[in-house]
């Protein structure tokens, strides 16, 4: 099982930031160039996106893909808000009545999305837990820790509705409209930017591109050959006891998703706080990682993964990939600084020099 992955020596690392700062690069809005590929940044979904076109497209042909991927990215924010009184899941968790039914497609499509990384992850991904977020302040910066007996009563709700074999208060939902016990609320922010993602990737393809980056805040595609002399694209994975460049993997058509307890966090009486709620407790997830990277095709599910892999923490984890390892790769980071990566990244991951131990999952 032990394995010490290869080492980057640190002039090459710096040629890599250099070459491809997919990860850690410093956005500025607007547009630009990188190594082949014009770039173009906004902030939308609460954080900073990037996409990168190769510079041999036609440029009146560069504005509009952009212009429609920013599009494509404002519609699905537009929907998907759980903050905005005009998105349409506003109007799902704020409806009265226990049947809604829904104008959007997408909204449809990713709620069903996340009942399915449900089911897979026995509940470590659940979309249900936006009154949780609320009480904590995720969604506001109000931030506070929530009575404990409150947030014991509210998971046992959110669990009962989880639980299939309870028929009468489970959720439903078909083509056209969500059928789920009137209270429950969701959040989409474990799934919503892998979403986008795939979306864009589709666009992508649909108008020909063979190579684009698409970055959703540190969701990145790496899409199609990369320009250049070697075709995978290198992309960075951040050291989260530092924020500095852990080490890199080489891909191809691959999502790579990071969820960390250092990505959005309240600190209070020397207690640290995260966004990812453990859906058995109610509190931030707090199972011994503090970094899960998830490497698939799929970018939704890389997205969802992320989320709920950190909240299984390592055991759990890794017999989940056991299970599923046809369909992802992971690196597990623990709080005990020892990295775990899965087989199918033995030839395409390549660490930096640092004190960590390193573990090869098969
Ligand atoms: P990510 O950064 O992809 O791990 O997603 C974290 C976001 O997902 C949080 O800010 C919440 O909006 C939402 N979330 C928190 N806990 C969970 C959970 N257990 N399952 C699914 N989504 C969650
Ligand atoms: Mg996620």
């Given at each position: 099982?032990?394995?010490?992955?290869?080492?980057?020596?640190?002039?090459?690392?710096?040629?890599?930031?250099?070459?491809?700062?997919?990860?850690?690069?410093?956005?500025?809005?607007?547009?630009?160039?990188?190594?082949?590929?014009?770039?173009?940044?906004?902030?939308?979904?609460?954080?900073?996106?990037?996409?990168?076109?190769?510079?041999?497209?036609?440029?009146?042909?560069?504005?509009?893909?952009?212009?429609?991927?920013?599009?494509?990215?404002?519609?699905?924010?537009?929907?998907?808000?759980?903050?905005?009184?005009?998105?349409?899941?506003?109007?799902?968790?704020?409806?009265?009545?226990?049947?809604?039914?829904?104008?959007?497609?997408?909204?449809?499509?990713?709620?069903?999305?996340?009942?399915?990384?449900?089911?897979?992850?026995?509940?470590?991904?659940?979309?249900?837990?936006?009154?949780?977020?609320?009480?904590?302040?995720?969604?506001?910066?109000?931030?506070?820790?929530?009575?404990?007996?409150?947030?014991?009563?509210?998971?046992?709700?959110?669990?009962?509705?989880?639980?299939?074999?309870?028929?009468?208060?489970?959720?439903?939902?078909?083509?056209?409209?969500?059928?789920?016990?009137?209270?429950?609320?969701?959040?989409?922010?474990?799934?919503?930017?892998?979403?986008?993602?795939?979306?864009?990737?589709?666009?992508?393809?649909?108008?020909?591109?063979?190579?684009?980056?698409?970055?959703?805040?540190?969701?990145?595609?790496a899409?199609?050959?990369?320009?250049?002399?070697?075709d995978r694209?290198?992309?960075?994975?951040?050291?989260?006891?530092?924020?500095?460049?852990?080490?890199?993997?080489?891909v191809k058509d691959m999502?790579?998703?990071?969820?960390?307890?250092?990505?959005?966090?309240?600190?209070?009486?020397?207690?640290?706080?995260?966004?990812?709620?453990?859906?058995?407790?109610?509190?931030?997830?707090?199972?011994?990682?503090?970094?899960?990277?998830?490497?698939?095709?799929?970018?939704?599910?890389?997205?969802?993964?992320?989320?709920?892999?950190?909240?299984?923490?390592?055991?759990?984890?890794?017999?989940?990939?056991?299970?599923?390892?046809?369909?992802?790769?992971?690196?597990?980071?623990?709080?005990?600084?020892?990295?775990?990566?899965?087989?199918?990244?033995?030839?395409?991951?390549?660490?930096?020099?640092?004190?960590?131990?390193?573990?090869?999952?098969?």
């Amino acid at each position: 099982m032990k394995n010490k992955a290869p080492k980057l020596s640190i002039t090459r690392i710096n040629c890599i930031i250099v070459m491809l700062s997919v990860v850690l690069c410093c956005f500025v809005s607007g547009c630009g160039k990188k190594e082949g590929y014009v770039t173009k940044q906004f902030f939308a979904m609460d954080t900073w996106m990037e996409i990168q076109l190769p510079e041999s497209c036609d440029d009146k042909d560069l504005e509009l893909y952009f212009n429609d991927v920013e599009a494509i990215v404002r519609k699905l924010e537009a929907c998907f808000s759980v903050t905005s009184t005009a998105s349409d899941l506003y109007k799902l968790n704020n409806d009265i009545n226990e049947n809604v039914t829904l104008d959007s497609k997408e909204l449809l499509d990713i709620l069903k999305e996340g009942e399915y990384l449900e089911d897979l992850t026995d509940g470590a991904f659940c979309d249900k837990l936006y009154v949780i977020s609320k009480e904590w302040g995720f969604t506001t910066g109000n931030y506070k820790v929530p009575d404990k007996a409150w947030l014991d009563a509210e998971i046992l709700e959110i669990q009962d509705i989880m639980d299939d074999s309870n028929t009468d208060i489970s959720v439903d939902i078909n083509e056209s409209s969500v059928i789920r016990p009137v209270g429950t609320c969701f959040d989409l922010g474990g799934i919503a930017k892998g979403y986008a993602t795939d979306k864009i990737v589709d666009y992508l393809a649909d108008k020909g591109i063979n190579s684009a980056i698409v970055n959703l805040g540190g969701n990145i595609y790496a899409f199609g050959d990369k320009q250049g002399k070697e075709d995978r694209f290198v992309v960075g994975i951040t050291d989260p006891f530092d924020n500095t460049l852990l080490g890199t993997v080489m891909v191809k058509d691959m999502a790579v998703v990071t969820s960390g307890n250092y990505e959005r966090y309240f600190e209070l009486d020397g207690e640290r706080y995260h966004h990812i709620i453990d859906s058995t407790t109610g509190y931030p997830a707090d199972n011994g990682l503090v970094s899960v990277t998830i490497i698939s095709e799929d970018a939704s599910y890389a997205d969802g993964l992320s989320t709920a892999l950190f909240v299984m923490g390592l055991d759990e984890a890794i017999t989940f990939w056991e299970n599923n390892r046809n369909s992802f790769d992971a690196i597990l980071i623990t709080e005990n600084n020892e990295i775990y990566y899965t087989e199918g990244l033995l030839d395409n991951f390549v660490m930096t020099e640092k004190p960590y131990t390193c573990k090869l999952v098969k």
